[in-house]
């Protein structure tokens, strides 16, 4: 059982120099080994704003944020494409994952070698941070992923949450907890219902 560390200390601390080499590799291999994962979430945007949910995630390429009852908004990565979807307002954005900070999640087979690095920071060798970054696209943002070693888990890195930054440099925090590696996911898991065409609610 590993003790409670902020997200914002886990973003600046990273393990040190001697023990960085193939960090950046096992990354690499925990997102190529990920099958399916479940996790709970909390979400936090650049106005401190906090939403929590269930997040389901099954390589490759496809990922739900499901919100907390109440919250009509819904996120979702299949097909090569993220949709957001604002029932409030029947509203659907839908853009490439390879344009999303997320991709990096959602292509395994990328090498992450050439658009990562690992984020130097304190003396704790527990944490494994990875800032991701297309330079020929800066448009996309980037997203810093947080690792903590855990041999239970797929290369034995457990994925802690992330920060993502857009190109306005808005900030969205996300935190994981009760992570669960191959769960079974249903083959529905990642449709949607289009509110421009019903009035149905996900």
């Known amino acids: 059982m590993f003790r409670y560390v902020p997200l914002a200390a886990l973003m600046i601390a990273a393990a040190p120099a001697t023990a960085q080499q193939g960090d950046l590799a096992a990354v690499q291999r925990h997102l190529q080994g990920v099958t399916t994962m479940t996790a709970a979430f909390s979400q936090t945007d650049r106005t401190g704003k906090v939403l929590t949910g269930t997040l389901t995630w099954k390589q490759p390429g496809n990922i739900r944020f499901q919100y907390e009852k109440g919250v009509p908004l819904l ?5 090569g494409a993220l949709t957001f979807i604002d029932y409030s307002v029947r ?43 297309d330079p020929q696209h800066p448009e996309y943002g980037t997203i810093t992923l947080v ?22 440099n808005n900030r969205t925090t996300i935190r994981l907890s009760n992570q ?16 421009r065409r019903s009035t149905a609610r996900n």
């Open 147 to 168: 690792f903590v070693r855990n041999a239970a888990a797929p290369a034995g890195l457990m994925l802690q949450g992330w920060v993502a930054l857009d190109s306005q």
């Open 91 to 133: 509203q659907v954005q839908r853009w490439p994952i390879r344009n999303s900070p997320l991709g990096v999640l959602l292509d395994p087979k990328r090498d992450i070698t050439r658009f990562a690095k690992l984020v130097p920071g304190g003396a704790d060798d527990r944490i494994v941070s990875v800032a991701a970054r």
């Open 75 to 79: 996120i979702v990565a299949e097909g």
């Open 180 to 195: 669960r590696f191959g769960v079974p996911v249903a083959a529905n898991a990642f449709k949607w219902n289009d509110p």
